[in-house]
C-alpha cells in the first residue's frame, strides 16, 4: 500500500461491518489504533437517537463500537473536543473521525498550536452535508408522514434521503425537500468541499459497493493506520475498481457544482451602502450577549478572548463591538462550519455574516483556510 | 443659534512621528479645524481595531491612522502592522455600510507640520460633505 492509493475496505468483524455506516472501516481504523497503541484516546460520536449524538473521548474499544454509524442530523463539530485533548494531554495522540469541516478547524487550530497535528491522526469522513436535528423531525411529520421515533435508519441514495422505520421505507429528492425548506443546513448546501484531502485517509461510500468503504490515502500516518489495522487482521481491503473511482469523481463534482448554485443564490450582493448598513443594524439587534456563538465556534483560538475585549453588555451601540471584532478577528479562518447559527438562541444567521466577511477576506489574500500547513494564517505580517 | 456642524474625528498618532508632527503644525501656528480629538499612542502598531470599533461607535465621524512612514517606525514593523489592521478595517466597515471616508490612514513624520495640517482640513472638509456617521447615537452630541 503507497500515499496516494485508492481501495475499498471493510471491517473483518460482522458485528461492527452491520452496524456501521458503510462496512464498518472507520470504527475498526479507531479501534485499532487504540489497540495497537498508536494514540492514547479516540474521539467519537455516540448515538443517543437519528437526532442527536454526543461526542466522546475514550480509550475503551467498547465504547468506539458503540460509536459507529454515521450520523447525518448531529451537526457537531469536533475540532474544540481535540483542543480539550491536547490542553490535559500536550504531549498525547489521538484519532479521530473527521468531516471537512472537522478536520479544517483542527488544521486552523494547529496553525496556531492548540493542537499538534503531528500526533493527531484524522480519519476523514467524505461529507455531503449534514441536517438540522429539530427541522429534520418536522420534515419526517410534514413530508414523510412518519414519527420521527420510529426512524430506524437513514440512508442517503442517489439524491434521495431514505428513511426507514420497521414497517416501511420511504424516499424523497433532496432537492424537493430543499425547496421545501428542509433538507441540509444551508451552510452544507453551499460548501464545496465533500472529500477531506486534508485528513490522512479519506473514508466514503461514493464509488464503494454496499458494506464497503472507499479509500484514499494522503500521508503517512494514513499509511500507519491502514497497516496497524491490518496487521491487527481487523480489516479486510481490496483495490478499488475504475468504475468506482469514477463514480467518486463525478458524485463530488456534481456536488461541488450544487454548491457553487447555492452559494450564488444565498449571498446575493446587497449593493446600496445604506441598505448593507440596516441590515447589519437590524441583524445584530435581536443579540442577547451569550456567547455561545464564540464557545464552540471551531476556528476561534484566543487563550483571552480579544472579542470581548472592547465590549460590555451595557454598551448601545448602534451595532455589537463583540460582534465586529469576531468578524474581524475569524474573517481570515472561518470554514463556514455553521456552529455560531446553530447554537445562536436569537437566531440571528452568524454563519452568513461571517461568511460575507470571510469570502472578502479570504479571496483578498488569496487564503483558504484549513487546507494545509504549508500557509501561515493571513493576519501574519510579513 | 443653529451653529455650523463640525465632525468629530478621533486622530491616532504615534509618540514619535505624528504626534510631533502635530505638535508642528500647532507650533507653527498653521491654522487647522477644531475637528480632531488626538489620541497619543506609543507606536501605531498600538492602535487596536478595538480602539477605532470603540471610536465609531461612541460618536466619532471618522477615525484616522497615523504613524511614522513606512521603513521608519521607531519600533521597526510597528507601522506595517497597522497598515494591515487598517486594510481589514476597511473591508469591515465597508461590509456594514460605512462609507470609505470615515477610516483614513496617513504617514506623517516629525517635520511635516504643514502637511499634517493639510491633511486635517482636507479630512474635515470630506467629513463635512458627508455628514454625521450613521453609527452615531441620536442623542450623541
Ligand atoms: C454527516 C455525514 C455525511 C456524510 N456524507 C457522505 C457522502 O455524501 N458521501 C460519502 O461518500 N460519504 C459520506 N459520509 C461518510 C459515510 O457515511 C461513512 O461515514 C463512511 O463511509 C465510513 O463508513 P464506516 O462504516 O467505515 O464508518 P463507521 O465505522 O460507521 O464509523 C463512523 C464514525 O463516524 C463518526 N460519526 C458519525 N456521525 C458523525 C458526525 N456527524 N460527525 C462526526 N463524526 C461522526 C462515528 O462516531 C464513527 O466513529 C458521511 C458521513 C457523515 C457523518
Ligand atoms: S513608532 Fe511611529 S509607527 Fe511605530
Not at chain 1, 420510529?150 to 424516499?171: M, P, S
Not at chain 1, 457544482?257 to 448598513?277: S, T, Y
Not at chain 2, 481595531?49 to 504613524?67: C, K, N, Q, R, Y
Request: proline share 5%; with cysteine.
Amino acid at each position: 500500500m503507497n500515499i496516494g492509493d485508492r481501495i475499498v475496505a471493510w471491517s473483518k468483524d460482522e458485528e461492527i461491518k452491520k452496524e456501521g455506516a458503510s462496512g464498518g472501516l472507520v470504527t475498526s481504523l479507531l479501534t485499532a489504533a487504540l489497540k495497537g497503541e498508536l494514540v492514547d484516546e479516540v474521539i467519537a460520536l455516540q448515538k443517543v437517537s437519528e437526532f442527536e449524538g454526543v461526542p466522546i473521548r475514550t480509550s475503551n474499544v467498547d465504547e468506539v463500537i458503540k460509536c459507529s454509524g454515521s450520523l447525518h442530523a448531529a451537526p457537531i463539530n469536533l475540532t474544540k473536543f481535540a483542543v480539550r485533548f491536547f490542553e490535559a494531554h500536550p504531549d498525547g495522540t489521538l484519532a479521530l473521525p473527521a468531516k471537512p469541516c472537522d478536520a479544517r478547524g483542527i488544521i486552523e487550530q494547529a496553525k496556531r498550536k492548540k493542537i499538534n497535528l503531528e500526533k493527531t491522526y484524522l480519519i476523514g469522513l467524505n461529507c455531503g452535508g449534514t441536517m438540522p436535528p429539530i427541522t429534520t423531525m418536522k420534515m419526517l411529520e410534514k413530508m414523510y408522514e412518519i414519527n420521527p421515533d420510529d426512524v430506524i435508519e437513514e440512508e442517503i441514495e442517489r439524491g434521495k434521503l431514505i428513511f426507514k422505520t420497521e414497517k416501511e421505507e420511504k424516499a424523497i429528492s433532496i432537492d424537493e425537500l430543499e425547496e421545501a425548506g428542509y433538507g441540509r443546513r444551508e451552510n452544507c448546501r453551499y460548501c464545496e468541499t465533500n472529500i477531506p484531502v486534508m485528513t490522512d485517509v479519506a473514508c466514503g461510500n461514493w464509488g464503494a459497493g454496499k458494506n464497503e468503504t472507499f479509500v484514499e490515502i494522503f500521508t503517512e500516518k494514513g499509511l500507519k493506520l491502514m497497516n496497524n489495522a491490518i496487521e491487527l487482521g481487523l480489516i479486510e481491503t481490496a483495490p478499488a475498481t475504475e468504475k468506482g473511482i469514477k463514480i467518486r469523481e463525478k458524485t463530488n463534482s456534481v456536488m461541488e457544482k450544487v454548491a457553487k448554485k447555492w452559494h450564488k443564490k444565498i449571498f446575493v450582493p446587497i449593493e446600496d451602502r445604506l441598505e448593507r448598513f440596516h441590515y447589519y443594524m437590524d441583524v445584530m439587534e435581536d443579540c442577547i450577549d451569550c456567547e455561545a456563538c464564540k464557545y464552540v465556534c471551531p476556528v476561534c483560538a484566543c487563550d483571552e478572548s480579544k472579542c470581548i475585549d472592547f465590549y460590555d453588555p451595557m454598551d448601545s451601540h448602534k451595532i455589537s463591538i463583540y460582534h465586529l471584532v469576531r468578524l474581524l478577528h475569524i474573517s481570515d479562518s472561518c470554514i463556514g462550519c455553521g456552529q455560531c447559527t446553530d447554537v445562536c438562541p436569537a437566531e440571528i444567521p452568524l454563519t452568513i455574516l461571517h461568511r460575507r466577511m470571510a469570502d472578502r477576506i479570504q479571496a483578498k489574500y488569496d487564503y483558504i483556510p484549513g487546507m494545509d500547513m504549508k500557509i501561515p494564517p493571513s493576519f501574519e505580517v510579513e | 443659534m443653529e451653529e455650523e456642524w463640525t465632525p468629530k474625528i478621533t486622530l491616532f498618532c504615534c509618540n514619535w512621528c505624528s504626534y510631533a508632527g502635530s505638535d508642528d503644525a500647532g507650533v507653527g501656528r498653521k491654522q487647522q479645524p477644531p475637528s480632531t480629538r488626538t489620541i497619543r499612542v506609543m507606536c501605531s502598531g498600538r492602535t487596536d481595531p478595538g480602539f477605532v470599533l470603540t471610536a465609531l461607535m461612541e460618536g466619532s465621524d471618522a477615525v484616522l491612522f497615523t504613524g511614522c512612514h513606512i521603513g521608519d517606525c521607531h519600533y521597526i514593523s510597528g507601522n506595517y502592522k497597522a497598515k494591515k489592521r487598517f486594510e481589514m478595517l476597511k473591508e469591515i466597515l465597508d461590509e456594514i455600510g460605512l462609507e470609505d471616508e470615515r477610516l483614513q490612514l496617513q504617514w506623517i513624520s516629525a517635520s511635516e507640520g504643514s502637511e499634517f495640517a493639510e491633511y486635517i482640513r482636507k479630512v474635515t472638509e470630506e467629513i463635512k460633505a458627508i455628514g454625521p456617521s450613521p453609527l452615531r447615537q441620536e442623542w450623541m452630541k
